[in-house]
């Protein structure tokens, strides 16, 4: 962790907050000097996603990084699709996109853009780097291209095609384009230099053919610009002036540069270019993040769907309980920097922690009940009693719910022969229910295996909560069954056992958690039956939990634990 802060002010659902504290890195530094040395008036920056998958926690630190800039320095962030590649591409996931991108607080609105609305201008280009005697059409094999590129010690081998006619290339890049060619008949290349020691700029291709309809120019082009080529002059045709990527692109900025400084030189771009900064990607601990793996845990079943709460993909989080101001509070407090990161799982649950401490409503929820029976209160008998929605904010009001002869308590809240320093409920001992009375331990009931099925309890009339009666040391939550409702809830653990499950000797998968899932039948008070999709609370001493956005629909009551109230997790 490279620093922290923190968003002081609690942000409208929705809508993210002006960052208070927002910690100086070095790309902050860059736009600073570029601000005032009038370089640039304003910043302009973009979230590229490509539409071939989920969005997941890494995702959300770029765009984090992206809308959070330019909402700090008063600039714009675009979203762009960066849809070049119309074999893996789909709608869903651009809907889903545009879905998380919105739901973490970066209303994109008119700022929406697509490469492939720029396809015409793209061609248009590679034609004007023919005609200059910069690119060429080269019809080896994709095997023959490979073969002749040389390695990181030895040059690269030209192409037999390297020197063809400005007029054959324009000619064969026509026919390519009008679908006369099948696909892997031709590239096209840029001339640059074979013999770099920088492999990206060994005559890369720029235009490949494929024969492949595209989910938004559907038919019209069998021809498909390539990521390098398309990303730099995107960034430029959008005005963009800091485009911030992954470090993993560090050797392909000289060929972004390469190509955005011919355009400019023949009046093709204004200048000046836009700046490609790289930042370190985020990794986090107890997860994989390559999106062919996320793809086939959602394929094979190992997870249940995009969504599931256990994944940390964005839509994942959010129906786990996850909420933007956590995320964008984790994605500030991971910072930037130029060294390879690994950012604790630990971390992220923290950073929700932190933010619904101030903000959750509290509530009672028994999540392993067992029976207790107050012998002394009158049967058909009950009384109200509350508690503050949120116990540092008293304008939030009470919630209340009824104390009776039957009540329900969390299993491990009684110890028959208890342990030293167990200051909870023994056999002929007392604790107080909170906002309720103390009760004592007369006598239990097991079945014929053994497990307590019932504790037999008396209640001390003269000790009602905010009475100003004695007190016990040790005070416990629970649900009455008069008022308290039923409820499935699910708890999560992380989903891989170990913290980097592709650095193993086997395969990732092997690493899976067994126990990632626990279903339990709870008891919850009243408050919590009225409870929304999307809201948040804390089961006092159980965590913090939200109802479940899927199962919850169909008027059932689910509610998925987010996070455990302290950081008590350890490998199993
Ligand atoms: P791929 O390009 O292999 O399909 P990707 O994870 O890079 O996968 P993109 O859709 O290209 O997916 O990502 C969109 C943006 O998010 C890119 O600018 C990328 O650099 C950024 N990004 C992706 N993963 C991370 C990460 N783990 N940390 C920070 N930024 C990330
Ligand atoms: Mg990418």
Redesign the pocket.
């Known amino acids: 962790m490279s620093s922290a802060s923190t968003d002081a002010t609690p942000p409208t659902r929705g809508e993210a907050p002006k960052s208070a504290a927002s910690v100086s890195n070095f790309i902050r530094q860059i736009i600073d000097a570029d601000l005032a040395s009038g370089k640039h008036q304003g910043i302009v920056t973009r ?7 989920y ?5 959300a ?3 984090c ?1 992206n809308f959070g800039l330019a909402r700090d320095y008063g600039g714009v962030c675009h979203l762009r699709f ?1 849809d070049t590649n119309p074999v893996k591409e789909e709608v869903e996931y651009e809907e889903s996109i545009k879905e998380m991108v919105e739901w973490l607080g970066f209303p994109f609105r008119d700022k929406l853009f697509y490469a492939s609305d720029y396809f015409d201008t793209l061609y248009a280009f590679a034609e004007h780097f023919i005609e200059r005697g910069l690119a060429y059409v080269d019809s080896q094999s994709g095997d023959e291209i490979r073969a002749r590129r040389g390695t990181l010690t030895e040059p690269g081998i030209d192409s037999p095609y390297r020197n063809r006619s400005v007029e054959e290339s324009l000619h064969l890049f026509d026919e390519m384009k009008r679908g006369l060619h099948a696909d892997g008949a031709h590239v096209l290349r840029l001339k640059i230099d074979m013999a770099s020691p920088n492999m990206n700029l060994r005559d890369p291709a720029i235009y490949r053919i494929r024969h492949v309809e595209h989910h938004r120019t559907g038919n019209r082009w069998c021809v498909y610009p390539l ?1 390098d080529y398309t990303h730099c002059i995107s960034d430029a045709l959008e005005r963009i002036t800091h485009s ?3 470090l993993e ?1 560090e050797a392909h900025r000289p060929l972004y540069d390469w190509v955005l400084e011919r355009l400019v030189e023949s009046g093709k771009l204004p200048a000046p270019n836009p700046q490609q900064i790289e ?6 601990s107890y997860t994989v ?3 062919r793996k996320l793809l086939e845990l959602v394929e094979r079943g190992y997870v249940d769907g995009w969504d599931d709460p256990r994944f940390w993909t964005l839509a994942g989080l959010r129906r786990r309980g996850y909420t933007p101001a956590s995320i964008r509070l984790f994605a500030e407090r991971a910072g930037v920097s130029k060294a390879h990161q690994w950012i604790d799982m630990g971390d992220l649950e923290r950073a929700l922690r932190d933010d619904l401490d101030a903000v959750a409503a509290r509530a009672m929820a028994v999540l392993d009940p067992i029976r207790v029976v107050i012998e002394n209160y009158p049967e058909g008998h009950s009384e109200e009693c509350s508690a503050p929605v949120h116990p540092h904010d008293e304008s939030r009001g009470r919630r209340s719910f009824r104390f009776c002869r039957e009540v329900f308590i969390e299993r491990d809240d009684f110890m028959e022969h208890p342990v030293k320093g167990f200051f909870r409920l023994v056999p002929g001992g007392e604790v107080r229910l909170r906002y309720a009375y103390i009760i004592k331990c007369e006598r239990i009931e097991k079945d014929a295996a053994g497990n307590i099925t019932t504790i037999y309890a008396t209640y001390d009339p003269a000790t009602k909560s905010g009475t100003g009666g004695r007190n016990v040391k040790g005070a416990i939550h629970w649900v009455g069954r008069i008022d308290g409702v039923e409820a499935e809830v699910r708890l999560y653990d992380r989903l891989f056992q170990v913290e980097n499950p592709d650095a193993g000797e086997g395969d990732y998968k092997d690493y899976l958690n067994p126990n990632s899932l626990t279903i339990v039948r709870a008891w919850l008070e009243p408050s919590l039956a009225k409870a929304e999709v999307g809201q948040s609370f804390q089961f006092e001493r159980n965590g913090y939990f939200t109802p479940d956005c899927k199962l919850s629909a169909a008027g059932a009551l689910v509610f998925n634990r987010a996070v455990t109230l302290k950081d008590g997790w350890k490998p199993a």
């Open positions: 979230f590229p996603p490509e539409p071939n998958g969005l997941h926690i890494g995702h630190k770029s765009i990084l960066d990521y911030l990527c992954t692109f930042f370190a990607r985020l990794n986090l993040m390559s999106k």
